[in-house]
């Protein structure tokens, strides 16, 4: 079935610190690949999302490009900011006959003034 | 107001009483899902629902019952609460199996069992 490693936190960074968080999946074919964020106390949010190989999804200044030959979808950005402080979590949508989509365990970022 | 809403936001309760958390969507999502956030467990699906009368369990559905006699609404009732459950609680909702559009997530339901 599908499965999706993240890498552990939680990340500390300074401000304007370049953002690396790593995802790699394993699943059947060329699935959507989705990136979430949790701020502190909501529910998660649909970041940003990729549909096929190279392609790039971008927001609010994240972006990830889905390698399938490296079957990985980091996350990144150049400049974070206090407010980015969140949980991050990757995900797969359902395979083959499921419709439970797969989450990884997600990986806390935390930025410092 | 459209979206998915969750109630309670808080809640405390003592050992051994029944307590349900509501979830209701405002888009007519056929899926439906309820997960806890416990910390190092990351998020565990209870149970989940294809549409209306379609429910099934989850990785940890022991202790809870979920109903769902409209498509808006997923009720979710902890039987008999024990200090175990005391999470966050999550619904979340998708159209089409959530394959190209993603899912939506409420602001969660803080439980603490006493």
């Known amino acids: 079935g599908n499965s999706v490693t993240q890498m552990e936190g939680p990340v500390t960074l300074s401000e304007e610190a370049f953002l690396t968080i790593n995802c790699t999946y394993t699943?059947?074919?060329?699935?959507?690949l989705f990136w979430y964020v949790q701020y502190p106390g909501e529910g998660l949010q649909l970041l940003l999302k990729a549909t096929k190989a190279d392609d790039k999804g971008s927001n609010k200044g994240f972006e990830a490009t889905y390698r399938k030959e490296t079957t990985s979808f980091h996350l990144e950005k150049g400049s974070v900011q206090v407010s980015d402080s969140a949980v991050y979590f990757c995900a797969l949508p359902p395979s083959g006959g499921s419709y439970i989509p797969t989450f990884g365990r997600g990986t806390s970022l935390i930025v410092h003034p | 107001d459209a979206g998915i809403t969750q109630s309670p936001r808080y809640k405390i309760t003592e050992t051994g009483r029944q307590v349900t958390l509501m979830c209701h969507q405002t888009?007519?999502?056929?899926?439906m899902f309820w997960y806890r956030q416990d910390l190092g467990h990351g998020l565990r699906l209870i149970y989940y629902?294809?549409?209306?009368?379609?429910?099934d369990k989850g990785e940890v559905p022991d202790g809870y019952v979920v109903s769902r006699s409209k498509t808006e609404n997923f009720p979710l009732t902890l039987e008999s609460a024990t200090r175990s459950q005391t999470s966050v609680y999550f619904c979340?909702?998708?159209?089409?199996?959530?394959?190209?559009?993603?899912?939506?997530f409420g602001s969660g339901t803080r439980l603490t069992v006493v």
């Open positions: 979340a909702s998708s159209d089409r199996a959530g394959a190209n559009y993603g899912y939506t």
């Open positions: 699943a059947t074919g060329y699935p959507s």
């Open positions: 888009w007519s999502h056929s899926y």
């Open positions: 629902s294809a549409a209306a009368d379609i429910t």
